[in-house]
T-cell receptor, first 115, second 111 residues
Framework: DTAVSQTPKYLVTQMGNDKSIKCEQN?????MYWYKQDSKKFLKIMFS???????INETVPNRFSPKSPDKAHLNLHINSLELGDSAVYFC??????????????FGPGTRLTVL | DQQVKQNSPSLSVQEGRISILNCDYT??????FLWYKKYPAEGPTFLIS?????DKNEDGRFTVFLNKSAKHLSLHIVPSQPGDSAVYFC??????????FGTGTRLQVFP
């Protein structure tokens, strides 16, 4: 069974469009994340949600809006897509605790290409 | 400013030999370090981690060493196998669940 799944795997779209990427985890984790890997292969955190509450927001443009309907899902909606948004977007999940460290489990990624 | 650096973009090792992947960091507040392995078209997979209170952690063929004074950690794989060929990412955390990743080192293990 897939632990962290993302759809779609590939997304090609025109500049200015609005698109969404969906993420689901079946690991029972309470925290989910979105990462962006750009053309230089930097993997950077964008957002994290804990129990549907936004915890981390890393100065991402407000064209990006995460939505967490429940603990198992964290979707990413992007408005007015720009060329620079082209990247691979990874969803991840983990368990947040003050007593133990958090090993995050990643989805397979969504390659977004903006033309 | 890149807080976690992997200065070797690639490494080639013969099967059966030791692979050593290196990682340097600048933030002295980092207290937890992880290594992830990534195959093409897949997400990163957790491999091994180490807390700053330790200087070594071993799991089968994989050992991570931490040198806090030098702000340096390394991943040793011995013996290396062709299936180990992948990109390896070092990541660090400062008492939160926010992971800061390096840019990765591509390991190729040849027969």
């Amino acid at each position: 069974d897939t632990a962290v799944s993302q759809t779609p795997k590939y997304l090609v779209t025109q500049m200015g469009n609005d698109k969404s990427i969906k993420c689901e985890q079946n690991l029972g984790h309470d925290t989910m994340y979105w990462y962006k890997q750009d053309s230089k292969k930097f993997l950077k955190i964008m957002f994290s949600y804990n129990n549907k509450e936004l915890i981390i927001n890393e100065t991402v443009p407000n064209r990006f809006s995460p939505k967490s309907p429940d603990k198992a899902h964290l979707n990413l909606h992007i408005n007015s897509l720009e060329l620079g948004d082209s990247a691979v977007y990874f969803c991840a999940s983990g368990t947040r605790s003050l007593l133990s460290y958090n090993e995050q489990f990643f989805g397979p990624g969504t390659r977004l290409t903006v033309l | 400013d890149q807080q976690v650096k992997q200065n070797s973009p690639s490494l080639s090792v013969q099967e059966g030999r030791i692979s050593i992947l290196n990682c340097d960091y600048t933030n002295s507040m980092f207290d937890y370090f992880l290594w992830y392995k990534k195959y093409p078209a897949e997400g990163p997979t957790f491999l091994i981690s180490i807390s700053s209170i330790k200087d070594k952690n071993e799991d089968g063929r994989f050992t991570v060493f931490l040198n806090k004074s030098a702000k340096h950690l390394s991943l040793h794989i011995v013996p290396s196998q062709p299936g180990d060929s992948a990109v390896y990412f070092c990541a660090a955390s400062a008492d939160t669940d926010k992971l800061i990743f390096g840019t990765g080192t591509r390991l190729q293990v040849f027969p």
